[in-house]
């Protein structure tokens, strides 16, 4: 059995090389458990792991399954990532409508960056 809070710790030692060799593989593995036990903070991490390549083969589409499933936690952050994907088109078609609804949704979660781009976005007539 796991604990999250355990996990994201394990995950943050091998991320930044604290008391253990840095690696990203290692990290993602940590980070990975946790989201799997529902922390939307951690998919962040791991979805940012792909979308970077840190560590793992850059992979928009792997990023994306990590930001939905904050996102679906009701974590902010991985409403606005996902915003940032389609408005973009990394990993997925380019779509400013889709951009946008990931982006109110992130406002209304208390996300103030995802408020700023659906105003922007909105304003352009998306």
């Known amino acids: 059995?796991?604990?999250?809070?355990?996990c994201f710790n394990l995950g943050?030692?091998?991320?930044?090389?604290?008391?253990v060799r840095q690696?990203?593989?290692?990290?993602?593995?940590?980070?990975?458990?946790?989201?799997?036990?529902s922390n939307g903070s951690v998919c962040i991490f791991i979805?940012?792991?792909?979308?970077?390549?840190?560590?793992?083969?850059q992979?928009?589409?792997?990023?994306?399954t990590y930001y939905e499933k904050a996102c679906n936690l009701n974590y902010g952050l991985g409403c606005r990532y996902l915003?940032?994907?389609?408005?973009?088109?990394?990993?997925v078609r380019q779509n400013y409508q889709t951009a946008k609804e990931y982006y109110g949704k992130a406002c209304d979660l208390g996300h103030q960056g995802?408020?700023?781009?659906?105003r922007e976005l909105k304003q352009k007539g998306y």
């Open 1 to 6: 059995m796991y604990d999250e809070s355990g």
């Open 12 to 19: 943050h030692l091998y991320i930044n090389g604290h008391g």
């Open 23 to 37: 690696d990203y593989q290692q990290a993602g593995t940590y980070f990975e458990k946790a989201c799997n036990l």
């Open 47 to 57: 979805g940012n792991l792909y979308a970077d390549g840190q560590g793992v083969k």
């Open 59 to 64: 992979d928009y589409h792997q990023a994306k």
């Open 83 to 91: 915003g940032n994907l389609y408005e973009n088109g990394e990993g």
């Open 114 to 118: 995802g408020c700023d781009i659906y």
